[in-house]
């Protein structure tokens, strides 16, 4: 089992690297769970201005960095988004990048990990109701860091409830993505 943890900024300097290596470095002490960070900056993707809707494509997208980007995002059985909130919202780069595929996220897991000046809260809220649109499972347990306080010039500074808060994400996220692999294995689908 694989999962995904996407780095949701491409901004030169962002804090979403800083924080996708605490996800993993806290993750990974799961057993028998494979966890990767997913730099969205190196895939360099498009605006997508494709004629073709992604979810009509069968895979076959106009553009190379495109189909990299669904290759690897198919190579995940779940995913950890991180983001930060941009403008009350999610980061427009991310979105653009989900927008671009469709079936590799069809069905699968997810979980997040949010910052901003109110935790990112905000942005959390509105990617659950767009990974709806894929049947995504979302897991319940979120984590939201304070920009204010836990993140300084020599990087986290974190609350101490952070990594029993991001341990309980991973275990919901990890025994939700068994299910549904194995439901799929049962039914002999692929996804
Ligand atoms: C375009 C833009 C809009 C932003 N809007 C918000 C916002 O609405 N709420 C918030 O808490 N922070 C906002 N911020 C501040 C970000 O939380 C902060 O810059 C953070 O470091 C961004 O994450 P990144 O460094 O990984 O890109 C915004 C930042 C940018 C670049």
Same mark, same amino acid.
């Given at each position: 089992?694989?999962?995904?943890?996407?780095?949701? $900024?491409?901004?030169?300097?962002?804090?979403?690297?800083?924080?996708?290596?605490?996800?993993?470095?806290?993750?990974?002490?799961?057993?028998?769970?494979?966890?990767?960070?997913?730099?969205?900056?190196?895939?360099?993707?498009?605006?997508?201005?494709?004629?073709?809707?992604?979810?009509?494509?069968?895979?076959?997208?106009? +553009?190379?960095?495109?189909?990299?980007?669904?290759?690897?995002?198919?190579?995940?059985?779940?995913?950890?988004?991180?983001?930060?909130?941009?403008?009350?919202?999610?980061?427009?780069?991310?979105?653009?990048?989900?927008?671009?595929?469709?079936?590799?996220?069809?069905?699968?897991?997810?979980?997040?990990?949010?910052?901003?000046?109110?935790?990112?809260? #905000?942005?959390?809220?509105?990617?659950?109701?767009?990974?709806?649109?894929?049947?995504?499972?979302?897991?319940?347990?979120?984590?939201?860091? $304070?920009?204010?306080?836990?993140?300084? +010039?020599?990087?986290?500074?974190?609350?101490?409830?952070?990594?029993?808060?991001?341990?309980?994400?991973?275990?919901?996220?990890?025994?939700?993505?068994?299910?549904?692999?194995?439901?799929?294995?049962?039914?002999?689908?692929? #996804?």
């Amino acid at each position: 089992m694989k999962i995904g943890i996407i780095v949701g $900024s491409v901004r030169q300097g962002r804090a979403a690297s800083a924080v996708a290596q605490w996800v993993k470095s806290v993750a990974e002490r799961t057993e028998d769970v494979t966890f990767e960070v997913v730099e969205l900056s190196e895939f360099d993707l498009p605006l997508l201005t494709s004629a073709t809707v992604p979810g009509m494509a069968n895979r076959a997208y106009d +553009d190379e960095r495109v189909v990299r980007w669904g290759q690897a995002i198919d190579s995940y059985d779940g995913f950890i988004f991180v983001t930060p909130e941009y403008n009350h919202s999610i980061p427009g780069a991310f979105k653009n990048a989900f927008d671009s595929l469709a079936p590799e996220w069809m069905g699968k897991t997810v979980g997040f990990v949010s910052y901003g000046a109110g935790n990112g809260v #905000r942005a959390v809220e509105h990617w659950r109701t767009i990974v709806a649109n894929f049947q995504m499972h979302a897991v319940r347990q979120q984590v939201s860091l $304070s920009l204010f306080t836990e993140f300084g +010039d020599n990087g986290l500074q974190l609350e101490e409830r952070r990594e029993g808060e991001l341990t309980t994400l991973v275990e919901q996220l990890t025994d939700a993505t068994r299910k549904f692999v194995l439901a799929d294995e049962l039914a002999g689908a692929t #996804r």
